[in-house]
T-cell receptor
Framework: EAGVAQSPRYKIIEKRQSVAFWCNPI?????LYWYQQILGQGPKLLIQ????????DSQLPKDRFSAERLKGVDSTLKIQPAKLEDSAVYLC?????????????FGPGTRLTVL | GNSVTQMEGPVTLSEEAFLTINCTYT??????LFWYVQYPGEGLQLLLK?????DKGSNKGFEATYRKETTSFHLEKGSVQVSDSAVYFC???????????????FGSGTRLLVRP
C-alpha cells in the first residue's frame, strides 16, 4: 500500500511570495489533515477534511492560508503572502473514516524556508 | 485546553542502555494516548498507543502504560540500539466533534541519540 505522498519536499521563498503544497493521501482514506511543525515543536493541526468538506480549521490563519480538497482525494495548502514565521515543515496525514480513533499516516513533509 | 508535556532532549545513551522518556498530559475526559517516532528524513510513524487507563502499549521493544492517576504515559525500552536514534513525540487524541475523526495534540518531541 502506497503511503501519503507530498510535494515538493523542500521550498525556499522570499517573504510576501506565495507557495503551494500538494498532498495525495492513502487510497480510500476519507480524512485528511494538514499540520504545521515549527522547528523544536510538535506538529500543530491546521485543517482537517472529511472527504471534501472541512471539519476543523480553527487554527488555520485564514488571512493568508487556504486549503482545498477537490473530489475528496488530493489536497493543496497555499500560503499567500508568506511571512518569516511560516518557516516550518508542513505535514499531511490521512486516516480511514470512522467515528472511533483511526491511526493517522503521515507523509514525509514539505520543509518551507521563508527568507 | 488539552496539552502534552515531554522531557526536553536530546537524550544521549550508549547502546544497550535503558531508556525512559517522560510524558505527562492534561485533558478533560478520557483521551487515547500515543507515541509517534520520526526517523531522520522520514515522516511520523505510530509507535504504540493506549486507549484507556492501565492499558500498556508495546511495539519493537518499546512500552508505555496509560497512568490516569499520574496523567502520564512514559516511554521505556530495556535496551536501546543505534537504530532507535530518532525524535519521539507523545500525543493525545482530542475527543471528536460529531462526524469528525480524532484530532491529535502533540508534545514538543524528544530527540534520542544512541551511540555505539
Amino acid at each position: 500500500e502506497a503511503g501519503v505522498a507530498q510535494s515538493p519536499r523542500y521550498k525556499i521563498i522570499e517573504k510576501r511570495q506565495s507557495v503551494a503544497f500538494w498532498c495525495n493521501p492513502i487510497s480510500g482514506h476519507a480524512t485528511l489533515y494538514w499540520y504545521q511543525q515549527i522547528l523544536g515543536q510538535g506538529p500543530k493541526l491546521l485543517i482537517q477534511f472529511q472527504n471534501n468538506g472541512v471539519v476543523d480549521d480553527s487554527q488555520l490563519p485564514k488571512d493568508r492560508f487556504s486549503a482545498e480538497r477537490l473530489k475528496g482525494v488530493d489536497s493543496t495548502l497555499k500560503i499567500q503572502p508568506a511571512k518569516l514565521e511560516d518557516s516550518a515543515v508542513y505535514l499531511c496525514a490521512s486516516s480511514r473514516e470512522t467515528n472511533s480513533y483511526n491511526e493517522q499516516f503521515f507523509g514525509p513533509g514539505t520543509r518551507l524556508t521563508v527568507l | 485546553g488539552n496539552s502534552v508535556t515531554q522531557m526536553e532532549g536530546p537524550v544521549t545513551l550508549s547502546e544497550e542502555a535503558f531508556l525512559t522518556i517522560n510524558c505527562t498530559y492534561t485533558a478533560t475526559g478520557y483521551p487515547s494516548l500515543f507515541w509517534y517516532v520520526q526517523y531522520p528524513g522520514e515522516g511520523l510513524q505510530l509507535l504504540l498507543k493506549a486507549t484507556k487507563a492501565d492499558d500498556k502499549g508495546s511495539n519493537k521493544g518499546f512500552e508505555a502504560t496509560y497512568r490516569k492517576e499520574t496523567t502520564s504515559f512514559h516511554l521505556e525500552k530495556g535496551s536501546v540500539q543505534v537504530s532507535d536514534s530518532a525524535v519521539y513525540f507523545c500525543a493525545l487524541s482530542d475527543p471528536p466533534r460529531q462526524d469528525s475523526s480524532y484530532k491529535l495534540i502533540f508534545g514538543s518531541g524528544t530527540r534520542l541519540l544512541v551511540r555505539p
